[in-house]
């Protein structure tokens, strides 16, 4: 099946790290990407991660993944106030003639107090 | 470079009526996809669009429908509104899989 889970919130104290997990059921992921949600926004890209990598590094972003547990993970170093956001998981699956749809979790809600 | 363009920003609509929200995607990208946002259900993938051919559906019934013209725009539009199509639908667009940009959606009110 298709199916990404995330816990609902987190919540930090600013200058800490966040590590936002995330798990899906589908092995055929070709990529999973981080994407963050400000309030009356959409979405924007945060990162992503080909599903053959076990990690990535992006300034204070740091992806990790555990193919064979399919766990991904996203570890926010030094968190701001301005990273209280909603973060979705997504994987994208590649099907037959090369089409693609991304399958999300329901994002996490990270709240950063001061 | 301009962004993923969706007009118009928020639209309130009466029960049974239909309508049609528009995506302008990043100068260069050939594929869009839609996608309706809800607190209860979270993202749901509507369908995808690339190079004006459906290459995509999510597992919406047939009152959501979409093309996408010669220029890569691309229009939703859903016919005989229900409450539950109250949602914020987003549009993405995308060159190739790296990555999705976002559009700041459409919010539709059915009421």
């Known amino acids: 099946g298709e199916d990404v889970e995330q816990s609902l919130f987190l919540s930090v104290r600013e200058g800490d790290s966040s590590v936002i997990n995330c798990t899906y059921t589908?092995?055929?992921?070709?990529?999973l990407y981080w994407y963050k949600q400000e309030p009356g926004a959409g979405l924007q890209l945060l990162t992503y991660?080909?599903?053959n990598m076990d990690m990535k590094q992006d300034q204070r972003l740091t992806v990790l993944l555990n193919k064979k547990d399919k766990h991904l993970s996203l570890r926010i170093a030094d968190t701001q106030t301005g990273d209280s956001a909603i973060y979705f998981c997504?994987?994208?699956?590649?099907?037959?003639?090369?089409?693609?749809?991304?399958?999300w979790g329901l994002g996490t809600s990270l709240a950063v107090n001061p | 470079k301009a962004g993923v363009t969706q007009t118009p920003r928020y639209l309130i609509k009466t029960r049974g009526q239909q309508v049609t929200l528009s995506c302008s995607p990043i100068s260069g990208h050939r594929s869009v996809s839609w996608y309706q946002q809800t607190p209860g259900q979270g993202l749901q993938f509507l369908f995808e669009y690339f190079s004006e051919t459906q290459r995509n559906k999510g597992n919406f019934p047939g009152r959501f429908s979409g093309r996408q013209f010669s220029n890569s725009r691309s229009e939703m539009n859903v016919s005989t509104l229900e409450l539950g199509d109250s949602a914020l639908y987003l549009c993405?667009?995308?060159?190739?899989?790296?990555?999705?940009?976002f559009g700041s959606g459409t919010r539709l009110t059915v009421v």
């Open positions: 993405a667009s995308s060159w190739d899989s790296y990555g999705y940009t």
């Open positions: 997504a994987e994208c699956l590649l099907g037959a003639g090369n089409n693609r749809k991304l399958i």
């Open positions: 991660i080909f599903s």
């Open positions: 589908d092995s055929s992921s070709t990529y």
